[in-house]
């Protein structure tokens, strides 16, 4: 069984057309997400108490354009993710990631963001590598290194007030990165990220 994106995973979405990338990422990529959907389900629901549920996207809505990244998600919901904090593996053209956080779609963003306003000092025990989504269907994150706690507040005060606002946390592997040498090394860091970012879903 295979789990680690190599650069044939990442240039699928360099590949032109809706049928000719879903067609490639349905051969290289899916069968990654699935993979990592088995592992990850069990190990989050291990690492919670909670059962959770993998969701592998399968871009099923898309007629003319092709998607720019791919991903499979978490949550304790079998039926979708989307309303709720979720951890979430995926990749663009240029690099992978594994997050978790709310997007607009959650209907418990306000107090989710409150909760995270509350104790903003748990962003300082993360890594400073680790990087902030403000908007999951863009690649752009920034480092929390680059972040004062000012931005972090402004981020989630947008979450919380703002319809479209979102807010995800996490790690980002770059092609050749040494997490991506082999499965076994992703699989280990994959699972520290998660041990990592467990105390968020903790405060929901």
């Excluded at 295979?2 to 979405?13: A, E, G, L, N, P």
């Excluded at 871009?59 to 354009?65: E, I, K, L, V, Y």
């Excluded at 107090?111 to 993360?126: P, V, Y």
């Excluded at 680790?130 to 480092?143: C, R, V």
Aim: net charge negative; aromatic share 12%; glycine share 4%.
């Amino acid at each position: 069984m295979k789990y680690t994106f190599t650069q044939t995973d990442f240039d699928v979405f360099n590949i032109d057309g809706l049928e000719n990338r879903m067609a490639a990422l349905i051969q290289h990529t899916r069968p990654k997400l699935e993979a990592l959907g088995e592992h990850f389900s069990r190990y989050v629901t291990e690492m919670t108490g909670d059962e959770t549920f993998a969701h592998v996207a399968k871009h099923a809505r898309r007629t003319t354009n092709p998607p720019d990244d791919t991903w499979v998600a978490f949550s304790t919901n079998p039926r979708g993710y989307k309303m709720m904090p979720h951890f979430q593996i995926g990749l663009y053209n240029n690099h992978a990631f594994c997050m978790y956080g709310i997007i607009y779609e959650s209907k418990d963003k306000q107090r989710l963001a409150e909760n995270w306003l509350k104790n903003i000092e748990k962003f300082d025990k993360l890594p400073q590598n680790y990087e902030i989504s403000l908007d999951h269907m863009k690649p752009e994150k920034t480092p929390l290194s680059a972040l004062k706690e000012d931005d972090l507040k402004k981020g989630l005060i947008r979450l919380r007030d703002v319809k479209k606002g979102e807010f995800l946390v996490g790690k980002v592997y770059k092609p050749g990165d040494k997490e991506l040498s082999s499965d076994s090394v992703f699989i280990e860091d994959l699972e520290q990220v998660m041990e990592n970012l467990v105390q968020f879903y903790h405060q929901n």
